[in-house]
């Protein structure tokens, strides 16, 4: 019977014993209460308070989490209904407070971001509530944060999934776009046939400036040459004179046998005719030619040449000299 007794006893003790050891798995953290009231947090590990005094309270998440926002609709400030929805990210830092400060947790979270997220799109146009998808994750995450800092709870991320406008409003947006880019494509354009039209005018400006600079430049070099050739003439009528002064009949003859063959030649560019008939004394030539080969050989040797001979009579000229009205044919060039 004492036997018994003492099994019991044993049996007791062991039950006693394994009820009041806790062990908590890592990421949780568990609330313990003393006859109904909260009295401190079990980490995760072992952990022993005694049965039927402790017990545990509530198991809670410590672990960040993730929580879908389903689809709401929205109505922004310029009156257009979108569809919206997001996921919101949390931790639980204090065990206790998310326990025993809110009901509800997750569900009030659920509503707290619903909520915010109505009050804060619905203050945008919906030109920004596409373009600015940052601006209102960040209030998003301001509101809600402050909101339930009271729990013990840290809202570390609030991201909108997607927004949907309505398909009337996307058609309209889709023309407005390429309206804008043919608009911009348009602007280009005409900045390009711009920009073609100054170089292409720039460049003839430059032409026309080359030009003029090659036509003073060539005005000049034919001034120059006009000058050196009126200062060569100079010369040579000054050396002419000289030599009249100085008894040369040669320079004369020079100057009359020169003007004698210009005109010759002046008749060869005649267009009427080909055969020209005019007087010449073919012994009267030579003795001009002859004068001119005096003048060289006078200007060569620095000596004075003798007085030109005289023209032959043409009654003691040979008979090859004869004639006075000799036949004299010129091809045309």
Known sequence: MLSIFLLFVVALVVLFVMSSIKVVHQGYNYTIEHFGRFVTIAQPGFNFF??????????????????????QEVITKDNAMVAVDGVVFFQVLDAAKAAYEVSDMVLAILNLATTNLRTV??????????????????RLLSVVDHATEAWGIKITRVELKD???????????????KA????????????????????????????????????????????????R????????????SDAIAGGSSQAINYFVAQKYVEAISLFATSPNAKTILFPIEASALIGTLGGIGELAREA??????????????????????????????????
């Open 229 to 240: 050739s009126a200062q060569a003439e100079a010369t040579a009528t000054q050396m002419v």
């Open 300 to 333: 060569l040797a620095g000596v004075a040449s003798p007085a030109p001979p005289k023209p032959v009579s043409p009654k003691a000229s040979s008979p090859v000299l004869q004639p006075r009205v000799p036949i004299v044919q010129i091809p045309r060039p």
């Open 163 to 177: 927004i949907r406008p309505p398909a009337d409003i996307v058609n309209a947006m889709t023309r407005q776009m």
């Open 50 to 71: 005694p049965a039927f005094f402790y017990r545990v309270g509530r198991k809670v998440n410590v672990m960040e989490q993730v929580l879908d926002i389903p689809g």
């Open 121 to 138: 799109m619905g203050s945008m146009d919906l030109d920004e509530l596409l373009s600015k998808r940052d601006e209102i994750n960040g």
């Open 180 to 227: 804008e880019r043919e608009k911009r494509a348009s602007i280009l354009e005409s900045e390009g046939a711009r920009q073609n039209d100054i170089n292409r005018a720039e460049g003839q400006k430059q032409s026309q400036i080359l030009e003029a600079e090659g036509r003073k430049e060539a005005a000049f070099r034919d001034a120059e040459a006009r000058e």
